[in-house]
């Protein structure tokens, strides 16, 4: 009896594995889904190359560019306005025919100049002027000037206390030193400032000796 039974358990069990079947649409499933997983797994792989070599030509680009702006601000350096040589720009006025001369009647010595507009054609200018006379020769320096101001090494300090002018083609200008007999001076600078106080020419001649 037992043994009857086992003869049909083995039976039934190979009955079983002889009848186990797969259906064509699951076969078509499957192979379905590993093109869609070969396509994927392609496409992935092809964007992740691209997106390397993109990231690669990109870092090229950058360098050059790098490059490319360096070499630009080095010629904008070496070609910029303050590298260039400027060409001073001249007065608005000059002084010309300074002279000193003394006077055998009296002590002291004559300034005289004409101040001359470097553009006529324009509107008249003015400002202030100081003369300064000088012996810088001395252990301690001596100055006088002309009108009385405050100096600072022979330099006005006070440019609105000078004397005022206003010139339209030029204008002559005197001054006399008195003579003092502590004081013997060497020279004389002539100081001309623009209305708002700018220095903007100075001139220095030799005063002759008595």
Known sequence: MKSDSWLLIIIRSLEKVQTLRVEKRTLIILALGGIVFAGGLAFFAYEYFSLLYGRDHLIDEVQKLKKQTFALEQKLKRTSPENIPQK????????NE?????RGDREGFAVRFRLVNQHP???PLSGTLAMVAKNETLRTPIYRVIPEMRLNKGIPQQPEKGSRFEVKRQKFVEAFFDASSEATFKALTVYVYSADGKLILQKSTEIPEE
């Open 98 to 102: 300074l002279e000193v001369m003394r």
């Open 121 to 123: 054609q324009g509107n």
């Open 88 to 95: 001073p720009h001249p007065p608005p006025v000059v002084i």
